[in-house]
């Protein structure tokens, strides 16, 4: 005869887990409104319309001061440096923002990892169950065939 094992029921297994959470909803409502800004600013500064934007404000601010009329230059080489100094200092206070905006990114990255490695498992074991299930149901169907060609 064959060995009766009974795996666990649908039941027990949802009894067993927590359904699943939205781990990146519940990340973005922990963030105080400070690392919520830093967010806002990483992904707004960090990308290729600011780029192109600074680009573009630099080559038409640098323009207007060696090609303008003389009397309408605002900052007349060679005082092109203000712009490179207020560029620098604009630099110096926007990176250690993004840095900030990054590593509360990783940090939700991180949880969005854990989150999926905990629904694998989950999904493991269920397999497994349904594994055992299938086997369970072969040997009695077995055990049927076999009491059939008696």
């Known amino acids: 005869m064959a ?3 009974n795996p666990p029921t649908l039941e027990n297994l949802q009894k067993e887990h927590a ?3 939205n781990t ?3 990340f ?3 963030l105080s409104a400070l690392e919520r800004f830093a967010v806002f600013m990483t992904r707004r500064v960090g990308s290729m319309g600011f780029f192109l934007f600074l680009l573009l404000w630099t080559v038409i601010w640098l323009s207007w001061n060696i090609y303008g009329p003389v009397e309408h230059r605002f900052d007349p080489a060679p005082a ?3 712009w490179l100094f207020a560029s620098n200092i604009l630099q110096l206070v926007l990176l250690p ?3 900030v905006g990054q590593n509360i990114e990783s940090r939700a990255a991180d949880k969005r990892a854990q989150e999926d490695f905990f629904i694998n498992q989950k999904a493991e074991r269920e397999v497994g169950v349904i594994l ?3 086997e369970n ?3 009695m169907l077995d055990e049927i065939a076999r009491k059939l060609n008696k």
Do not use: Q, T
Request: no cysteine.
């Open 132 to 134: 055992e299930h299938l």
């Open 137 to 139: 149901l072969d040997g």
């Open 3 to 5: 060995k009766k094992h």
């Open 97 to 99: 923002l993004i840095m």
């Open 19 to 21: 359904p699943i959470r």
């Open 28 to 30: 973005k409502d922990s």
């Open 80 to 82: 092109f440096v203000i």
């Open 24 to 26: 990146r909803r519940e």
